[in-house]
C-alpha cells in the first residue's frame, strides 16, 4: 500500500489533509521499533497509529497495514518493550488495545488519538485559523475477567461484583493502598493483586 494513502485525513471543509498538514501526530510513539507478530518468526519496524487504530510495518522501503485477524492477534514491540491485542470488545473500541498485565486476569489500555479540523478565526483582523490537529485521547482501561470485559472500572463495588467471594480481601487491599480508579499503576496492583488471589 502507498504511503500517501495511509497519512491522509478528509477534513469537513472537504480538504484532503496529509499527516504532515496536521498538528500533532497520529501515532503511539516516535518512529518505528522493531515489532514481532503472532503467526510469524519474522520481525520488522512497526509502529501504532492510535487515529486509524493500525499496526503499520516497513518492508523493502514501503509501508503496510497489518491485516487485523486472529493469525496476527498480538504485536509485541522490542523497545519499549510493549504489546498490542487485537481484541473483540463488543463494543465501538473494539481494535488494538496495549496489554499491562498479563494472567487469569488481565489489564488493556486502549488509546485513541481524535482528528480535530481547522478552526476558522472569529477575529476579522486575524488572518490566521486555528489548525488542523491531532488531539490524544484519555486511555480507556480495561479489565478482563473469566466473566468478561470491565470497561472503566469506576469503583470497588464494580470490581467487588465481578469476584464476590474476595469481597473481604478486596476491600482491605482497596483501603490499605488507596486505590485510584483512574491511575494505571494502581490498576496494574488491583489486577496483580486479582491474580494472586
Not at 500517501?4 to 469537513?12: D, F, G, R, T, Y
Not at 484532503?16 to 498538528?23: N, P, R
Given at each position: 500500500m502507498d504511503n500517501?494513502?495511509?497519512?491522509?485525513?478528509?477534513?469537513?471543509s472537504g480538504k484532503?489533509?496529509?499527516?504532515?498538514?496536521?498538528?500533532?501526530?497520529p501515532y503511539h510513539s516516535k518512529g518505528y521499533s522493531v515489532a514481532k507478530f503472532s503467526?510469524?518468526?519474522e520481525t520488522a519496524p512497526a509502529r501504532y497509529n492510535s487515529y486509524s487504530d493500525q499496526v503499520e510495518f516497513s518492508k523493502d522501503d514501503?509501508?503496510?497495514?497489518?491485516?487485523?485477524?486472529?493469525?496476527?492477534?498480538?504485536?509485541?514491540?522490542?523497545?519499549?518493550?510493549?504489546v498490542l491485542i487485537n481484541l473483540n470488545t463488543n463494543d465501538d473500541l473494539s481494535g488494538y488495545f496495549f496489554e499491562l498485565v498479563d494472567g487469569k486476569n488481565m489489564l488493556y489500555k486502549k488509546v485513541k488519538t481524535k482528528f480535530v479540523d481547522a478552526v476558522a478565526s472569529n477575529n476579522p483582523y486575524a488572518s490566521s485559523e486555528t489548525p488542523a490537529?491531532?488531539?490524544?485521547?484519555?486511555?480507556?482501561?480495561?479489565?478482563?475477567?473469566?466473566?468478561?470485559?470491565?470497561?472503566k472500572p469506576k469503583n470497588q463495588k464494580e470490581i467487588i461484583a465481578q469476584f464476590p467471594d474476595k469481597k473481604d480481601a478486596l476491600n482491605t487491599f482497596l483501603k490499605?493502598?488507596?486505590?485510584?480508579?483512574?491511575?494505571?499503576?494502581?490498576?496494574?496492583k488491583l489486577v496483580q493483586f486479582l491474580n494472586k488471589n
Open positions: 500517501w494513502l495511509l497519512n491522509k485525513v478528509n477534513s469537513n484532503s489533509l496529509t499527516y504532515d498538514d496536521i498538528k500533532g501526530t503467526g510469524t518468526t514501503k509501508v503496510f497495514v497489518l491485516p487485523k485477524n486472529d493469525a496476527f492477534a498480538k504485536v509485541v514491540f522490542e523497545n519499549p518493550k510493549e490537529s491531532f488531539k490524544q485521547l484519555d486511555p480507556v482501561y480495561y479489565i478482563k475477567t473469566e466473566n468478561g470485559f470491565i470497561k490499605e493502598n488507596k486505590i485510584k480508579f483512574d491511575k494505571e499503576e494502581d490498576l496494574k
